[in-house]
């Protein structure tokens, strides 16, 4: 069974101070991983999809990277409109995404 | 453009009453998704329609759930009896099927509260 798997569940930062979300996924066969951001009240953002290993893609301070087994968002010197949950996706068949739980990121000013 | 449109955005009904969500996709999107996402559960997949037909329901709970997608610019998701474990955000999302994997993009929910 597919599953994904999102750490830490939370993470508090200082503005400024840089750290990595960490997922893991157990598929074969990646046909996408997906990157999303969701705000209190709103439905999942739309940030990166990665598709092999080695591949990477930033926005502004976020940078998505992919191995065989993982992908991590690095966050280079958040601000706290950074703030949010960060949820991962994989997918494995047909358009169908498997989701990890989400990292809440809060940053303080 | 508008995105994906969901309503009502919040809904508070007793329990055994018929509920009902509504989705208008993104215009010229052939997929749409139904999720439910919960504290315990997280951000599950109930149905996944493309080009108005259901292609995948093995995330529908139990036969009190139903969803129907009579054109390509709308879509229902239906509960009856309602049960407070339903309780949850449902999400809508649309994607352009294009042979690859394709981006969904996610509307901004109905909170549903049973009592």
């Known amino acids: 069974e597919d599953q994904v798997t999102q750490s830490p569940e939370a993470l508090r930062l200082q503005e400024g101070e840089s750290s990595s979300l960490n997922c893991s996924y157990t598929?074969?066969?990646?046909?996408?991983l997906f990157w999303y951001r969701q705000d209190p009240g709103k439905g999942p953002e739309f940030l990166f999809t990665?598709?092999?290993a080695g591949e990477e893609k930033e926005k502004e301070r976020l940078k998505a990277t992919l191995t065989k087994k993982e992908s991590f968002l690095h966050i280079t010197a958040p601000k706290p409109e950074d703030s949010a949950t960060y949820l991962c996706?994989?997918?494995?068949?047909?358009?169908?995404?498997?989701f990890g739980g989400g990292t809440r990121l809060m940053v303080k000013p | 453009d508008a995105g994906v449109i969901q309503s009502p955005r919040h809904e508070v009904t007793e329990m055994g009453q018929e509920v009902t969500l509504r989705c208008k996709p993104i215009?010229?999107?052939?997929?749409l998704f139904w999720y439910r996402q919960t504290m315990m559960r997280g951000l599950e997949l109930l149905i996944y329609?493309?080009?108005?037909?259901?292609?995948?329901d093995s995330g529908m709970p139990e036969d009190r759930f139903s969803a129907k997608m009579p054109n390509a610019s709308f879509s229902t998701l239906k509960i009856q009896p309602s049960e407070p474990r339903d309780s949850a955000v449902y999400f809508c999302?649309?994607?352009?099927?294009?042979?690859?994997?394709?981006?969904?993009?996610f509307g901004p929910g109905t909170r549903l509260t049973v009592l």
């Open positions: 996706a994989d997918n494995n068949a047909g358009n169908m995404l498997t």
């Open positions: 999302a649309s994607s352009l099927s294009s042979g690859t994997t394709d981006t969904q993009y």
């Open positions: 598929v074969s066969g990646l046909r996408g």
């Open positions: 990665l598709y092999s």
């Open positions: 329609f493309n080009n108005n037909v259901p292609i995948d």
């Open positions: 215009s010229g999107h052939n997929s």
